[in-house]
């Protein structure tokens, strides 16, 4: 089960976060700080999964922005390495070569799809035309 | 005064022109400032750009609780933008402690029976996230009227919204049972890969649901292969796997339903061996699923020849330059380790040369492989491996490192020698100095003798030990602690150095000891060692100060004490696994053998005590008539159970009647003074059997007395097999023996029972 997916950049910032499993406001951003320490400080050579407490990081490096997700023991780690990249491939799509502004700007696209992807800590669809057309027929509504 | 509100680009554009994390807050509170008023002036049309902001800022942490009634307000309107703002507000401000997340319930119920997919999308996801169990309770039947529909979008999200209302409310997985199997043979793969994870979730709660699902192994295994035979499909393929997350997830399933279950195990087996041999593993996504068949065949009851080619899998690797991949390798084969040995074995030198990754999550995981692998035949090569690990390893490591190497040289090393040498080579200086300072206190005496069984032997002078201890106590490097050691270890000598141990010379000869001969310094020794510690006595460090005026004072007022107070610890009981076990089978034996006669003896013993007289103590000590082995089989345990050795008391005859004979026969073991063995011998050279043979024996009050069991009751005529028992007779005392015997047999188709004392005992049987 994923418990959380966090999207921040190399100053630190989050720019994107969603739990999947209930952790107080406060005890959010402490959380945040330590999961980008151990993050952060790792070259593109050594490993991507690290154990973190009681659970598992799977971290990807973008660019800029490191994409982090935390999940339980049972969760297969490559898989969600493969499904992380996925998520960018979509991204992509949407945003035709997505930049770090356009996460920002459009927070609330971001977290549709993300919604679309991955449901209460299980990944429900990786089909990139099917995560998009909902959001597709959004924007044609609202543009008419 | 209308502001007009910003829109959420602009407010984010202004937070990143703030310089500053103060000007940053600023332009934050200000914004809230106006969010809050526009709450409350209650303005329906720019609610939704409102929230949007908020929750925005909520991101970045700062306090957005305020905005969780606008949350409802926006879910209850008909618009979607309102709707869609409102469910993900919903979402990341509300939780279950919070009371506002009840009142969502109606909304929800709403939209879930509209009809619109979109909507009812919405509202299943907002569900499955912040759902409590009474939220759960109450829409259950809807969730549960949305699995069955036609459209795939709504189905898809409803799945995994039953998922999280099981994980809820244990009691609805009654509910969600049924359609799965309808759902396992839809084709959409959302829909499947929902409804995998639904009954691995049912499985993992209830034992029944899992053989209920058994059932479906050969549909599961359909799906797979179908999945994994097909060519380039395009909707689903990733790297030219195709959907490798359905495949992991339908593995995962596979396996909880074939452990421990030979049948479902059966069935997998080729599968396995298929996607084994078929995936891809040029990518990552190939590897995955890889990964993920590996972990299955482990866990499942499968073929030989599969686990032979699940460990070669991870043996591949092992040797792949990928990160990832190793990491991942070295955690199975962790796992792997206790139930296959031999096979993880094989994989040892790769595994060595992981420990020499820079990466700290490798090379802590090669560690715990390396140290998990070490046997009695590789312990050399391993540990010197190890140690030029722990020189180069992170800090963090070195402590499990460090204990590691020890443990497993305490269990395997080959020499005691080599043990010694590990150890010294394992500890760093400040360590090595206390523990070599403590040896050199504690054994002085030996170290000066000088020989040692492996090498050369040194001489060592004790001029030199006391020079070396003084420099420990004034090097600059030296720890407190370390001080205090060597401080203790000098006044442990004082106490084991030749020669005359007293202080009766005055203090002014010192001064010469230099220029006088080796041998009068023998009576210095503790002068030297006084004058020492009493320097310290001022010492600037409490703990050293107090342990040198401590020390004074036992040379002053009670040096007649010294030689007690600082005499050499007692030998620590060296249990060991291997000593203890040994006890442990010899315990088992020996209870099963005499357990069996002492019960029915015990009851006869008494009534053999009521017909005894009084000399003989009414009550013999109970320790020796107890069915229980513990207390009886301590003296036992003292000394080997083997035949007696030959005996150097005569035989005495004590009884004859109608061919039967009786022989006593007494052995007294060298090694333990108050042990005496007696065997008693039953032969019968009469024409008829001599059945129901028992023999019983008392003994006074401060013996210990033991029957065994007899080696049959049946003593064949015509001088047949003698009948044999064996009596333990403990003498602490050292008191003369007297032994009474009562005999019941059946004889001529008479039973028979004597009573006799054994006269003419010889002396050399107690002294």
Known sequence: ?144 | MVVSSLKLQDLIEEIRGAKTQAQEREVIQKECAHIRASFRDGDPLHRHRQLAKLLYVHMLGYPAHFGQMECLKLIASPRFTDKRVGYLGAMLLLDERQDAHLLITNSIKNDLSQGIQAVQGLALCTLSTVGSAEMCRDLATEVEKLLLQPGSYVRKKAVLTAVHMIRKVPELSNIFLPPCAQLLHERHHGILLGTITLITELCERSPAALKHFRKVVPQLVQILQTLVTTGYSVEHSISGVSDPFLQVQILRLLRILGRNHEESSEIMNDLLAQVATNTDTSRNAGNAVLFETVLTIMDIRSAAGLRVLAVNILGRFLLNNDKNIRYVALTSLLRMVQSDHSAVQRHRPTVVECLREPDASLSRRALELSLALVNSSNVRAMTQELQSFLESCLPDLRADCASGILLAAERFAPTKRWHIDTILRVLTTQPLVQVAAWCIGEYGDLLLEGGCEETEPLQVEEEKVLALLEKVLQSHMSLPATRGYALTALMKLSTRLRGDNNLSLPCHILELKGRLPSHSHATLWPSRIRQVVSIYGSCLDVELQQRAVEYNTLFRKYDHMRAAILEKMPLVERGGTQDEEAKESKEAQLSEAALVPTEPQASKLLDLLDLLDGTFGATQPPPALEPSPGGTLVHLLDLPCASPAPASIPNLRVFEREGLQLNLSFVRPPGTPALLLITVTAVNTSGADVTHFVCQAAVPKSFHLQLQAPSGDTVPAQGGLPVTQLLRILNPNKAPLRLKLRLTYNHFGQSVQEIFEVNNLPVEMWQ
């Open chain 1, 1 to 144: 089960m994923i418990k959380f997916f966090l999207m921040v950049n190399k100053q630190g910032q989050t720019r994107l976060a969603k739990y999947y499993e209930h952790v107080e406001i406060n005890k959010r951003t402490v959380l945040e700080t330590e999961v980008l320490k151990s993050c952060l400080f790792r070259s593109n050579e050594q490993c991507s999964f690290i154990e973190f407490k009681d659970f598992k990081l799977v971290c990807r490096r973008y660019a800029a922005l490191l994409i982090v997700v935390g999940v339980n023991d049972t969760e297969n780690e490559m898989a969600i390495y493969e499904f992380i990249h996925n998520f960018v491939e979509v991204l992509d799509e949407y945003f035709s070569r997505v930049t770090e502004l356009d996460i920002m700007f459009n927070l609330d696209k971001v977290h549709i799809i993300l919604d679309e992807m991955v449901l209460n800590g299980c990944i429900v669809e990786t089909n990139r035309a099917r995560i998009l057309a909902p959001l597709l027929i959004l924007d044609k509504m609202s543009e008419s």
